[in-house]
């Protein structure tokens, strides 16, 4: 059973952890253009949510995120958003 709160809690597609929206990373499906790394979380589209570049790594073999995304993810795509991905968890790493 889905706990419902106020908080706007996200999963991450990979491991399924928690968090509440900001602490996880946002990938988008735009209705134009490939699938994308979502720095500002705050594009259209539909999105989905991974915690780290590993889990993100994960959800590439299983699957998860062309079915979280409902579309095609192409290999350029991942090579793509998990650059984007790990750079931004090195940006956030050094603002600790
Ligand atoms: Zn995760």
Redesign the pocket.
Known sequence: MPIQTNKRQRT?I????TREKGGLFRIVRPAEGPVAFDGSGRRSGRGAY???GA?LATARKTRKLERALRCKVTDEDYDRVLRELALAEASEQNEE
């Open positions: 991450c990979s491991c399924g952890a991974v915690c780290s889990c």
